[in-house]
């Protein structure tokens, strides 16, 4: 895994398939197709609305100003075929965990199963080690098996704290020490 930073451009790593860089305002479509394809079950200001929105020119919009993919959601691009295919990153802590970042992802369905995701996550987090965090954490759907193993095989373990919710399923807590 190689990584490079290019100030104020954000980062940019590379494996043996994959580069993960910032998005590209012509990606918009991507990212809407990776909202389309949400499980029913996410919340709904995760998914399209009623009206359409968030539509691509939003989107569009969004990556021209940075947002939220500046934070450190970077594009997956794979790099023999020169396609985006999701997000991968680290999303900054909130008041759950002060100054801890969240590893995020979330793939195309037409390329799961493929380790992408589990390739695309450990050079995040060898990104991070190596930019001194101590500690990650993620949230994953107790019913989102997919999500479950990659960061199992990534070392994240439950924390034990855990959020029911009697229509959507349980959300549970893991983190992986650095
Ligand atoms: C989670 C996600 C990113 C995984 O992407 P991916 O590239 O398919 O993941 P990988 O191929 O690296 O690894 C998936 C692992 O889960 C396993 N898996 C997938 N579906 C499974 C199922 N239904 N039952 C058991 N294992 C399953 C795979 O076999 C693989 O494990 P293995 O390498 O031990 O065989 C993708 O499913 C996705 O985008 N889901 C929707 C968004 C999401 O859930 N994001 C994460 C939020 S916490």
């Known amino acids: 895994m190689a990584a490079e930073v290019t100030p104020g451009r954000g980062v940019v790593l590379e494996t043996d398939r994959l580069l993960l860089r910032p998005w590209r305002v012509a990606e918009a479509v991507v990212q809407r197709e990776v909202w389309t394809e949400r499980d029913p079950r996410v919340p709904s200001h995760r998914r399209i609305d009623a009206d359409g929105r968030p539509t691509v020119a939003e989107l569009d919009d969004a990556i021209r100003a940075g947002w939220p993919w500046s934070t450190g959601l ?42 992408y995701a589990t390739e695309a996550s450990k050079a ?22 997919a999500s479950r193993r990659v960061l199992a095989k990534l070392g994240f373990t439950e924390t034990g704290r855990k959020e029911v919710d009697a229509v959507r399923g349980t959300t549970l807590d893991l983190a992986k020490r650095l």
């Open 124 to 145: 995040t987090v060898a990104w991070a080690r190596s930019s001194g965090h101590v500690r990650l954490w993620a949230t994953v759907w107790e019913w989102n098996t």
């Open 74 to 115: 970077l594009a997956v691009e794979r790099k023999a075929a020169g396609d985006v295919i999701g997000y991968c990153g680290l999303i900054d802590g909130d008041l759950r965990c002060a100054g801890e970042s969240e590893l995020a992802f979330e793939l195309l369905r037409r390329v799961w199963g493929r380790g």
